[in-house]
């Protein structure tokens, strides 16, 4: 049975007098006022028909802290384990049972099951805290967008179909092991990569479709090999075939829809749309996302609010790319909602500008609503005056440096995490570390 939180603490639990450690007792000493989140993460923790007996795993209490530990220091679970074992800071933040000092594998499948859900309470019941020391009341906020890529390599065609087969050759290869013998089929990943490296360096689109036209080929044949596979298989009570049944069933689709991408798009010569693109194989829920004439990205478009105190008072992971003027609103909508009422005075980036969202914020209340680029807006229909506008327009600027912190020091450049649900989870566990550190540093001693 799972406790929530750890019975009794170590008398030899000692923060070093270093910066670092101040920051962990502090942080410490509020998730200690706040013990009640410990439910929430319990029961993310607690798997359906599981009975309250047997071996006691981690107290959710100890995995909540090593995540913020994870994401405040940046460190893979390897790294974690060690310091958890190293440190006696790190064990005394972490709250760790006597003599306990888990495995890199016990702890990436604790944290990993946090839900978004879980860690966005955590980031409303921080604000609260914040909101009653004064730090930080919502009245006035500033809006902007970035991006967060996904574990990906840099997609084309040739990429996604070399994955492809690759992908199913090594479906195969299990299934003759499940099988063990009679599976006619032929290993084409010499041939397939081969081709997709002379697709890499060959120009001139008549050679290019030439290769390509065999790369389809080779992956449709290696698809018609899995095909026979499956039959061959079929329903077993084997859990074994049972979990290859579930991997052909994820990936068949998919491969599928790289192979007729690469028809329309090479072959044919179609322009595909962004959102009928898959651009992984592996990590099929990433976008693609343009923002101006900035490098084209992979990943999910985030949409943040900010207060006067720099943290992070809302944020939204988008699905595609939708426009940054069709955001201002829900956006503004989610903060009344937490809030009971607008900002008195909000800036947001120029993408953000238009007269429709302008007029609506009037509506519900801002008084002063500030675009980065005036987009043929008037400065007085925007706010009181033009020193009201320099000012919200420097406010504005100041959430690009808690972006760029978010992601230096906190990791949401680029989630190292697989799976949608789990992307979620890795930005919001990194928003809510930073939160965490950023309102201990604000807070009063």
């Known amino acids: 049975m799972r406790q929530e939180r750890t019975v009794q603490a170590s008398i030899f639990d000692v923060f070093a007098t270093h910066e670092i450690g101040h920051e962990l007792k502090a942080m410490s000493q509020w998730l200690d006022e706040h013990h009640d989140l410990f439910g929430l993460v ?15 795993g981690l107290p959710a209490e100890a995995v909540l802290r090593c995540a913020l530990l994870k994401q405040y220091r940046q460190l893979s679970y390897q790294e974690l384990a060690f310091h958890l074992e190293d440190s006696a800071s790190f064990r005394a933040f972490a ?16 944290i990993s099951a946090i839900r978004p859900e879980t860690w966005e309470a955590i980031n409303r019941a921080l604000l609260s805290s914040a909101r009653q020391a004064k730090l930080e009341d919502g ?58 490296r002379k697709i890499q360096f060959t120009r001139g689109q008549p050679n290019r479709a030439r290769l390509y036209r065999e790369l389809i080929a080779i992956a449709r044949a290696t698809l018609a090999y899995l095909k ?29 829809r790289i192979i007729k ?14 959102g009928e693109k898959l651009v992984s194989l592996f990590e099929p829920h990433a976008d693609i996302i343009v923002k101006g004439s900035r490098e084209t990205e992979y990943g999910h478009k985030l949409n943040l609010t900010t207060g006067r105190s720099g943290m992070i008072l809302d944020l939204v992971i988008e699905a595609g790319n ?19 009422h607008a900002p008195r005075q909000a800036a947001a980036d120029g993408g953000f500008a238009s007269r429709g969202n302008l007029a609506t914020a009037k509506t519900w209340g801002v008084r002063d609503m500030a675009f980065h680029k005036k987009a043929g807006l ?31 020091a906190y990791g949401l450049a680029r989630c190292t995490w697989r799976g949608l649900d789990h992307f979620k989870t890795y930005v919001w566990s ?16």
Not at 380 to 408: H, P, Q, T
Request: glycine residues 6%.
């Open 261 to 274: 991408q690469s028809e329309r798009r090479v072959l044919a010569g179609e322009k595909l749309p962004a």
């Open 228 to 256: 026979q596979a499956t039959e061959r298989l079929g329903v077993a009570s084997n859990p074994l075939v049972q979990l290859w049944q579930a991997q052909v069933c994820r990936y068949r689709p998919l491969i599928e």
């Open 322 to 340: 939708p426009p940054d003027s069709e955001r201002l609103l829900p956006m503004l909508e989610r903060h009344i909602a937490v809030y009971g």
């Open 42 to 56: 319990g029961r993310d923790l607690g798997r359906h028909g599981v009975k309250p007996t047997g071996r006691q």
């Open 139 to 196: 009245t006035v906020v500033r809006l902007d967008s970035t991006v967060t890529s996904a574990l990906i390599h840099e997609p084309s065609d040739s990429s996604l179909l070399w994955d492809a087969v690759r992908v199913m050759v090594r479906l195969l290869k299990k299934a003759d092991t499940l099988v063990g013998a009679g599976l006619a089929w032929r290993d084409h990943c010499r041939a397939a990569k081969k081709r997709a």
């Open 95 to 110: 709250r760790l049972p006597w003599s306990w000092s888990p495995q890199k594998s016990v702890l990436q499948k604790t």
């Open 378 to 408: 008037k400065v007085e229909d925007m706010v009181r005056s033009n020193w009201v506008y320099r000012k919200l327009r420097n406010f504005r600027a100041g959430i690009e440096a808690g972006i760029s912190c978010l992601k230096r």
């Open 430 to 445: 990194s928003v809510v570390a930073y939160n965490l550190v950023l309102f201990t540093r604000l807070k009063p001693t």
